[in-house]
């Protein structure tokens, strides 16, 4: 069997939006899901028997009742279930492994457009060797969608762009080709962000003038984005490419791009520090802020 869309449950409605998401991830790229319940029992004192196995009854209903209604929801779709007993932190990041990718809800925050990002989803984002996709609570098919030409929510019309934070001075083929490939699953566009520090010398000139020092740095950047995507132009045709090389903080601009976007896609570096494995804070911001579904992908 081909390797999964593995979702983590935990009988949350924002884990069950993880697990439609990933339903239609599924179905896209002709893929079973694997609904993963992780069960972390604390057992009573004097707990019997009969005690734990009640318990394990009712922990085993999340994984059914999820396949149940994604078999209603979605009758073409290959679902496998599970449970596996521990932590979630320590679990996750394994049956990541066992996946094409893992899939997990979060709460939105009341009042922002944001993710709630609890420490055993954190954890996992930061340990995984694949990649890992946040759905907010609330996220719908339609959302993932242009609205009709009445300005309403429809599943019908194309997809919204898929969008890439891209770092020229650290690029990577296995990010890149997970946001070709996303957006020529869904017939979408793909739009390359690429952003850069404006020389400090700079920052108090105006840079809209014409024939500058900085209009020269704009044309450089540009070009050297254009010049890093011409392989893949080539690999994947049929994939529209818009190419944005833009000074400034990079978590601002994937934040405002992300407003209209099907999916966010950004990277972290898998390469171990003195402190063990970590998120990068551009990562950390578009996690905790961004509204649309985001992809992490781990890269060397």
């Known amino acids: 069997m081909s390797a999964p869309i593995a979702v983590g449950l935990d009988g949350s409605p924002e884990s069950m939006a993880g697990a439609r998401w990933a339903a239609r991830e599924a179905l896209r790229r002709n893929l079973p899901v694997r609904l993963v319940h992780v069960w972390n029992w604390h057992p009573h004192p004097g707990e019997t028997s009969d005690g734990l196995e009640a318990q394990r009854h009712w922990a085993q209903r999340i994984p059914r009742e999820a396949a149940a209604e994604l078999t209603r929801e979605y009758p073409a779709l290959e679902i496998v279930i599970d449970q596996v007993g521990g932590q ?179 990277g972290r570096r898998t390469s171990h520090s003195p402190i063990g494995r970590h998120i990068g804070p551009i990562t950390l911001a578009v996690l905790h802020h961004c509204s649309a579904p985001v992809a992490v992908v781990p890269h060397a």
Not at 157 to 168: E, F, H, Q
Not at 174 to 197: M, P, T
Not at 203 to 227: F, I, M, N
């Open 88 to 266: 979630p932190a320590a679990v996750l990041p394994v049956v990541a492994e066992e996946a094409e990718l893992l899939v997990l809800g979060s709460l939105q925050a009341k009042g922002i457009s944001g993710f709630l990002v609890g420490s055993a989803s954190l954890s996992t984002v930061a340990c995984a060797e694949r990649p890992v996709v946040l759905i907010r609570s609330g996220e719908t098919a339609q959302d993932e969608h242009q609205p009709d030409e009445a300005g309403l929510a429809s599943t019908v019309t194309p997809y919204r762009d898929v969008v890439l934070g891209l770092d020229l001075a650290r690029p990577c083929d296995e990010l890149l080709e997970f946001a070709f490939d996303a957006a020529l699953q869904r017939s979408a566009r793909l739009r390359v962000i690429h952003c850069w520090k404006l020389p400090s010398a700079y920052k108090h000139r105006d840079a809209t003038v014409g024939s500058t020092p900085e209009s020269a740095l704009v044309t450089q950047q540009s070009h050297a984005l254009t010049e890093m995507l011409r392989p893949w132009r080539d690999k994947y045709p049929t994939v529209e490419l818009i190419e944005e090389s833009v000074p400034g903080k990079p978590a601002e601009h994937l934040l405002t791009a992300s407003a209209d976007t099907s999916l966010l896609v950004v």
